[in-house]
Structure formats: C-alpha cells, structure tokens
C-alpha cells in the first residue's frame, strides 16, 4: 500500500468513526428529549445539542459523500455522453468544488472566529466550537476533491461513484 493510500484510508477512517459519533450523540440527545417531555420535564440542552451534532453530522459526512461521488448531484448529463466527455466533466466538477472550497476557506475561518465571543445559551459552550463545523465541512470538501483530481489525473479513479452499480439498479 502506497503512503498516499494509507493516509487516505486513514483519514477516511477517522471521520467516518467521527460521523458516527455525532449520529450516536444525535441519537442519545432526541432520546433523551422524548424520555423528559413523556416524564414532564425535557433539559433544554437536548434541542441545542441535537442541532450541534446535526451540523457535525453533515460537515464531516459531506466530504465524505464527495470522495465516494454519493454527494447529491446532476449526473444524468455528464453519463449521458461519451466517456472521455463524462471523465471530463466530473473533473471539471471537482476542480470547482476545490476552488470554490479554498475561496470560502478564509471566510469560514473569520465566522468560527467570531464565534469566540458568543456563547450557547444552553449548554454554555463557545460558538465558535459550533461555527468551525461549516469551516471543517469546506476543508473536507476541499480535500477530497482534490484527492479526486489527483486520483483521476492519476488513473487511480474515473471519478465515478464508488456504488453506480447499486444506483443503476434504481
């Protein structure tokens, strides 16, 4: 195994552990509501701690959607055409993720700075912790997409999804 391939797997596996996690917290938080309204008394920190692990749930797993080709797209276009033509635009696709990712990088930082003066109401917590989930999903974003046109460029990957078999199917 290459190194860039161990990195990669390695990566990948930390966040898909992480994306469980915020599901398992997800989880336990909205259980934890619907136990305290049925006993007459719901914590107020469930609400917010289940919005904060639903942005952490959907920053890390949109990287991840990306580096499989599951994220939500247009393909019936780009599939439509010969395969020289799709291998194309799927680069070009992701040549504009990783731009638009590096673009708003910067910002995103400036946003999760801000959150460093406010705090959660509920659960007391800096914002800025809750803001950096948007400045993570665009550093994943970034990364896998260029993890995509290094593959494609590469050999390694045609920058189809990883389960087009399965969605074919459909």
């Known amino acids: 195994m290459r190194f860039v391939d161990f990195i990669q797997s390695t990566v990948v596996s930390v966040f898909r552990v992480a994306v469980g996690i915020s599901f398992l917290i997800l989880i336990v938080a909205v259980l934890w509501q619907v136990v305290g309204r049925i006993g007459g008394a719901s914590p107020a920190w ?94 994943l974003l970034t990364f896998f997409a260029v993890l995509r046109i290094v593959g494609m460029f590469a050999g390694t990957t045609d920058g189809r999804p990883t389960n087009l078999d399965e969605l074919e199917d459909v």
């Open 46 to 139: 469930t609400e917010e701690l289940t919005r904060f692990a639903l942005l952490y749930l959907a920053a890390i797993g949109a990287g991840l959607s990306l580096r499989t080709g599951e994220l939500v797209n247009v393909d019936m276009v780009a599939e439509a055409l010969p395969s020289r033509a799709a291998w194309f635009c799927r680069l070009i696709s992701a040549i504009a993720v990783a731009f638009l990712g590096l673009y708003l990088l910067p910002m995103a930082w400036r946003f999760t700075a801000i959150g460093w003066f406010q705090t959660s109401p509920a659960l007391g917590i800096s914002m800025a912790w809750v803001h950096f989930s948007i400045f993570l999903m665009l550093a």
